[in-house]
């Protein structure tokens, strides 16, 4: 895939993360990218923003222990966060990023992913918006 593709992709996901942000009269202070595909696209829309990127790994075991946050990035706490990913299929990473980064005393106000393939509207009690919506039919 070329950069300028993703910056493409980006700069539409910035757009809806604006738009539902201004809806719900929130903002956020730092642009969470989820390894290993949401990052490129939270870098870019943290830019577009003018935001604080903030780099979460999540566990290498599925249902396992907490994921990570890169400490060579912006920290999450007392932070209000966009979330950003490439796809949601069950939901299950973001679900974990929201609770670890509850748990770091940061505050989810809003998930934006490039596509997302369930019928959900929001994980965790957080807001869920996607550039494209997949459904089985």
Do not use: C, W
Not at 91 to 113: C, H, M, P, R, Y
């Amino acid at each position: 895939v070329y950069g300028n593709r993703i910056g493409f992709m980006a700069a539409a996901m910035a757009d809806i993360a604006l738009e539902e942000m201004e809806k719900r009269k929130t903002d956020a202070d730092g642009i969470l990218g989820v390894a290993i595909n949401g990052i490129p696209r939270a870098a870019l829309i943290s830019e577009e923003l003018g935001k604080e990127l903030i780099i979460y790994r999540p566990s290498q075991e599925r249902h396992g222990k907490g994921g990570a946050f890169s400490s060579n990035y912006a920290s999450p706490q007392g932070k209000k966060v966009l979330v950003v990913d490439d796809v949601v299929s069950t939901g299950d990473t973001i679900k974990a990023a929201i609770s670890d980064l509850q748990e770091e005393g940061g505050n989810a106000v809003l998930v934006v992913v490039l596509v997302n393939k369930t019928p959900q509207d929001e994980i965790a009690g957080v807001p869920l918006r996607a550039l494209i919506r997949a459904r089985s039919i």
